[in-house]
């Protein structure tokens, strides 16, 4: 079974940088989509990039050249390297999974697992 846990959230200031880490318990996420997601209080949940099982990327053009993607199959885990950060990055961070080969990454209800959230925060 599929237990999506993040952690790595924080506060930085602009211009730092976090990683963000998803690891799945079940042990399974290796051969899967993984999406990352993000809402920032008064939003709407925002895609931000994602990992297909291929290890094909996708980001939103928000992040694109600041945020990275990677996945370490050993240890079951995707991560979310986030560099050059600035104030409207600051929101709650999910990530998700989905086994499908043809999940449509960036749309949030395409996902079958979540994880919980962590809080990442960028003062000015």
């Known amino acids: 079974q599929v237990q999506l846990v993040e952690s790595g959230g924080g506060l930085v200031q602009a211009g730092g940088s976090l990683r963000l880490s998803c690891a799945d318990s079940?042990?399974?996420?290796?051969?899967?989509?993984v999406g990352w997601f993000r809402r920032a209080p008064g939003k709407e949940r925002e895609f931000v990039g994602a990992m297909r099982w291929s290890g094909s990327t996708s980001y939103a053009d928000s992040v694109k050249g600041r945020f990275t993607i990677s996945r370490d199959n050993a240890k079951n885990a995707v991560y979310l390297q986030m560099n050059s950060l600035k104030p409207e990055d600051t929101a709650i961070y999910h990530c998700a999974a989905d086994p499908r080969w043809t999940v449509r990454v960036e749309i949030w209800s395409e996902y079958a697992y979540w994880g919980q959230g962590t809080q990442v925060t960028v003062s000015s």
């Open positions: 079940g042990g399974t996420i290796s051969s899967y989509t």
